[in-house]
């Protein structure tokens, strides 16, 4: 599976941007897909994911009621609406996929080895 992500830019705080990832390539039926984030000297950290079927979508506390991720199957993409954005939300984000035939437990979408394939980052900048 290979991803493309996008839609990072400049925004000021309360504003909102959605980012997109595209997968290509072989889709099981189970599957997962996440957002992380990497603040420059920080680690990277969970954001968002979505598991399927189901379609469960945990999220890290410090954005939770603020953003939103959602896959479309038609076009093997999958987005994170970021509203009331904050400086400190600044950092590249990454998407990663699972690509294996057993669907994950939920306990471990939040774990960067659940995922097999990662997009390029796209750069979200918050000014205050």
């Known amino acids: 599976v290979q991803l493309q992500a996008s839609g990072g830019g400049l925004v000021q705080a309360g504003g909102y941007l959605r980012l997109s990832c595209v997968s290509s390539?072989?889709?099981?039926?189970?599957?997962?897909v996440a957002w992380f984030r990497q603040a420059p000297g920080k680690e990277r950290t969970f954001v968002a994911a979505?598991?399927?079927?189901?379609?469960?979508?945990p999220y890290a506390d410090f954005v939770k009621g603020r953003f939103t991720i959602s896959r479309d199957n038609a076009k093997n993409t999958v987005y994170l609406q970021m509203n009331s954005l904050k400086p400190e939300d600044t950092a590249v984000y990454y998407c990663?996929?699972?690509?294996?035939?057993?669907?994950?437990?939920?306990?471990?979408?939040?774990?960067?080895?659940?995922?097999?394939?990662w997009g390029q980052g796209t750069l979200v900048t918050v000014s205050s």
């Open positions: 979505i598991r399927w079927p189901g379609n469960n979508t």
């Open positions: 990663g996929a699972r690509d294996r035939s057993t669907r994950p437990i939920l306990s471990s979408l939040s774990l960067t080895a659940t995922y097999d394939s």
């Open positions: 390539g072989h889709t099981f039926s189970n599957g997962a």
